[in-house]
């Protein structure tokens, strides 16, 4: 149980343009959702929090007209990265949970090349 | 949440226990341990969690002090799959659910 579906795996294109990562809970729902993103030997770094049916928490410095955060319903979230350029490729990675002291499980992540 | 200290490396033997400790002294009485791995590539991995108990599951056990200041994730018997950072992180059951994650322990585990 608790499985995190994060597609596409591996995304590459041009500068400028936009790009939208899906983040689903297969088999539970998740009362919040979450965006990470991590570059090369560098740790994990929180994006965002998103609760369902309202506006995402985005942490310090993380730019909210960037990357925008979707969460329609409990069991899926999209982040979409606009006009995204070299600097932004990373490593992307959801998680969601159903609240409480309940773990928080990933998603398997996606890895973005813009040239 | 509280920080936690991991040592950075560990090299284990295939086959046998992996001890790995944490230290988590600033601990609050509302404040969960959880351990994750993160093998390469790969998004992060639960493992298990508890709050002043001993857990044990299929893949790990949980050992936390009982002045709750440190815990060992132990691996009772390591193969080569489970190479990985390991994350000790500590959080409370609150409304935020948010996750910090430090450097952690890479661990290797040799044939």
């Known amino acids: 149980g608790a499985v995190v579906s994060q597609h596409p795996s591996w995304v590459i294109c041009k500068s400028g343009t936009s790009v939208k990562i899906e983040c689903r809970s297969l088999?539970?729902?998740?009362?919040?959702m979450f965006w990470y993103r991590q570059f090369p030997k560098q740790s994990l770094m929180l994006m965002a929090t998103s609760n369902e049916g309202s506006k995402a928490t985005y942490e310090q410095g993380v730019e909210k007209d960037k990357f925008l955060i979707n969460h329609a319903s409990l069991t899926l979230s999209t982040l979409t990265v606009t006009s995204a350029h070299p600097e932004d490729s990373s490593f992307y990675i959801c998680?969601?949970?159903?609240?409480?002291?309940?773990?928080?499980?990933f998603g398997d992540g996606t890895r973005l090349s813009i040239l | 949440d509280a920080k936690t200290t991991q040592p950075t490396s560990m090299d284990c033997a295939e086959g046998r226990a992996a001890n790995l400790p944490c230290n988590h002294s600033t601990i609050s009485g509302n404040e969960y341990v959880y351990w994750y791995r993160q093998i390469h590539s790969q998004g992060p991995q639960y493992i298990i969690h508890?709050?002043?108990n001993n857990e044990t599951n299929e893949m790990a056990s949980l050992i936390i002090t009982e002045d709750r200041k440190s815990s060992t994730l132990i691996l009772p018997h390591a193969t080569l799959r489970d190479t990985a950072v390991y994350y000790c992180?500590?959080?409370?059951?609150?409304?935020?659910?948010?996750?910090?994650f430090g450097a952690g322990t890479t661990v290797t585990v040799r044939a």
């Open positions: 992180i500590v959080r409370a059951s609150s409304n935020d659910y948010k996750l910090s």
């Open positions: 998680s969601a949970t159903t609240g409480g002291d309940q773990p928080q499980h």
């Open positions: 088999d539970f729902q998740a009362t919040t």
């Open positions: 508890g709050l002043k």
